[in-house]
């Protein structure tokens, strides 16, 4: 059985369990570094407000080993010397990513991505930062409710088909 978040509007497990399953499915293809993912994860939830989101990721994050001042920092990242060169291009690219109307991905945001992931990474990152965008949607608007999450919840064996 699949754990629910209480959502005010609709749950989407229980309402489109195919498409949830093949969401989850697609969210767990992207390889990418733990720790890189999740700042995205939540650099996106918080640029999108998706709360649930912001609470999920954080609380992964944490259960990671990620340091307080690194994800509290992470709304001001460009000032901030606590991120890598690697961070700093995942960050930009998803944040133009995700502001994505009216501007697109400006081509310097691209390069300097470019620069530090190579070609078979940066498309592990953009899929990162699709996924995440697209949770963001669902959640926000389903209205699922922060604070009900904890680590690890939404892990499901390999033969499950929903969940998140």
Known sequence: MTPTIPAHRLQLVDVAPRQYGAMYRFSSSVELDHSLRLLIEIRASQVNGCAFCIDMHWKDARAAGESEERLYMLSAWRESPLYSDRERAALALCEAMTEIAGRGVPDDVWEQA???????????????????????????????????????????????????
């Open 114 to 164: 470019a620069a530090v992931f190579s070609e078979e990474e940066l498309g592990q990152v953009v899929y990162a930062i699709a996924v995440i965008n697209t949770w963001n949607r669902l959640q926000i608007t389903t209205q699922a409710e922060p604070g009900h999450y904890y680590p690890g919840m939404f892990e499901a064996p390999a033969s499950a088909s929903n969940g998140r």
